[in-house]
């Protein structure tokens, strides 16, 4: 067990790291043993305090610890020296571009190889070992390499950076300081938080509320970066004071729950619901929350939000128009604007819900019939299907878009990555989420070209007897880059696998169920047992190729249309 801290007590550098990572939050950490961590990992073991939780690769492992960070606020892996942080790089990219809290923490050669320049294995044999921290700067908010003067200063520096500015760090932990002595921590770690300037503060609120109180048609749009700063519940009071319709971008679908009064949709730019593009398109003034746009959420940039009627908030700063408000912090505004801002009510408001919207309920145990899966169909199914605080994750590609397109219920988290977009993130991320929340249902939407990415981490799952619902969208390969660039080349089929049967290959006979359905009535039977399963539950859900989500049509005949390249006839 790691020693209770005392001002008297000396710790490893090591036990301090984990000791402050349990401070802030983390249980459980991710990675792939190598020989320059192994020290670092025993401590891990002996500590009590976390647990280690070892992925098939290390890649898998920066996609774990995001996910876990996503649902528990930060999360950590631990790779060995360049051949491992290389393969997480990836993965750290991703939570570095959508503001994921994650620690990567390398376990390098001792100092002194390093200080020799010694040729020795995992390096480029030029007896240079900062080639790979160096790549790491581009990555991560802070950085550090450890050594028993510096290590209390330098990880609470960068735990730090990591919890104030939502996006990943690095420590270079090398393998003989591990155990070396250190002070223990003198008090509980001091967790920055972004402060108002008071007045420009005053000074937003006033022009904000006189906007908003001016405006006939106010509408708010909300988006993840309220979710990364632990602000649902302000947003959520906020809401309900104004009286405002409200819609989120797919980035931060959940923010808002989606069978609120006021919640009217998810906003994707002309190809969003026509509703909604209407209520975005009609307002004059759009109180815009922790929105970060990018092609993906906006329909190929096809949104229709101009600057004179925007408000903007973000962590750190604001702004109306086109003048910037630094330190001006979102949480105290949505705080501190209820009192100035006239509520209105549903009539003056002029809203249809989304639930009110939307179609009467489809009976999962009603299917139409023995014919193959459609898309429409399907989505309609899980809708039906989830939960109330369900975790859903969604893989880049189909799964994405189908879930953009249904209504979630109370309380249900998303997770996806729309900006960074690499496929097969989601597997390895469910991992994470189902450890950060063993007490939520996680439900995965994955397709098979993305699954074939990180197929390996189906073991760990097992391994772990976590229980989560995986639907395998078998559409026979990369629909979504046929859609984006409509031609049959044979570059986007894959090679088909018994996808049902990798769980009898990967896991324990018994701790899991396996099902391959086909149509309607094999799927909503799938459901059924699913609903009531107490072990992980596969399910392979065959559907054509050329089907896809109707979002997802739309979104590929705009980067179809506006593509600047012309194929070539074919001789």
């Not at 305090?49 to 649902?71: H, M, T």
């Not at 009627?309 to 750190?316: F, G, N, R, V």
């Not at 408001?349 to 139409?368: D, G, K, M, V």
Request: proline share 6%; net charge negative.
């Amino acid at each position: 067990m790691i020693a209770a801290v005392n001002v008297t007590e000396f710790c490893t550098v090591g036990d301090y790291l984990i000791y402050r990572m349990k401070e802030v939050g983390i249980e459980h950490i991710f990675g792939v043993p190598g020989d320059f961590n192994l020290h670092f990992l025993d401590q891990i073991e002996a500590s009590g305090e976390v647990s280690w939780v070892g992925n098939c690769n290390e890649l898998n492992a920066a996609y774990s610890a995001d996910g876990y960070a996503r649902i528990r606020g930060i999360g950590a892996l631990v790779t060995t020296f360049g051949v491992g942080e290389l393969s997480a790089l990836n993965g750290i990219a991703g939570a570095y571009a959508e503001h994921v809290p994650v620690i990567q923490i390398t376990g390098a050669p001792s100092t002194s190889a390093s200080v020799q320049g010694k040729r020795i294995h995992h390096t480029l044999g030029d007896g240079d070992y900062t080639h790979f921290s160096s790549m790491y700067k581009e990555v991560t908010v802070a950085q550090t390499s450890l050594t028993a003067d510096n290590a209390p200063e330098e990880i609470d520096r960068v735990l730090a950076a990591c919890w104030l500015q939502k996006r990943p760090v690095y420590i270079y932990l090398p393998s003989d300081v591990c155990y070396q002595s250190v002070p223990c921590p003198k008090g509980p770690l001091s967790l920055p938080r972004f402060s108002s300037d008071p007045g420009r503060l005053q000074s937003f609120l006033t022009l904000a509320a006189e906007a908003l109180n001016n405006a006939s048609f106010p509408v708010i749009l909300a988006d993840y970066e309220v979710s990364r700063y632990h602000l649902t519940d302000a947003l959520r009071s906020f809401v309900n004071h104004s009286g405002y319709p409200a819609a989120s971008l797919s980035m931060g679908k959940g923010v808002i729950d989606e069978n609120h009064p006021q919640f009217i949709g998810v906003y994707s730019g002309k190809i969003s619901d026509p509703y909604v593009s209407s209520m975005i398109d009609s307002a004059d003034c759009i109180l815009s929350i922790g929105v970060r746009l990018n092609d993906v959420v906006t329909g190929g940039f096809t949104h229709n939000l101009p600057p004179e009627k925007m408000i903007e908030l973000h962590p750190s700063c604001a702004q109306i128009g086109q003048v910037d408000y630094p330190d001006v912090v979102m949480s105290d505004v949505l705080e501190q604007l209820i009192p100035r801002i006239r509520r209105r009510s549903m009539e003056q408001a002029n809203l249809l819900s989304l639930q009110a919207r939307q179609s009467p309920r489809i009976e999962i145990l009603s299917p139409h019939g023995s014919g193959r899966i459609s898309q429409e169909r399907f989505w309609g199914m899980i809708s039906e299907f989830l939960q109330p605080r369900d975790v859903v994750l969604a893989d880049t590609g189909t799964a994405l878009f189908g879930a953009i397109s249904i209504p979630f219920p109370a309380k249900a988290s998303f997770v996806a990555q729309p900006l960074w977009a690499s496929i097969g993130y989601s597997l390895p991320a469910l991992l994470g989420t189902q450890m950060a929340a063993p007490d939520r249902r996680n439900v995965l939407l994955i397709g098979d070209g993305a699954f074939q990415i990180s197929a390996q981490e189906l073991s760990t799952l097992l391994a772990q007897r976590l229980k989560p619902v995986i639907f395998l969208i078998n559409n026979d390969g990369y629909t979504i880059e046929r859609l984006v660039h409509p031609i049959d080349n044979p570059y986007n089929d894959i090679q088909p696998w018994n996808y049902d049967l990798l769980p009898h290959v990967f896991g324990e006979f018994g701790s899991f169920i396996s099902l391959r359905v086909t149509d309607e009535i094999q799927l909503a039977e799938a459901l059924e047992k699913a609903e009531l399963s107490d072990r992980l539950v596969f399910i392979e859900v065959v559907m054509d190729r050329t089907d896809a989500p109707e979002l997802l049509r739309s979104f590929g005949n705009i980067l179809t249309s506006g593509s600047p390249v012309k194929p070539l006839p074919v001789s």
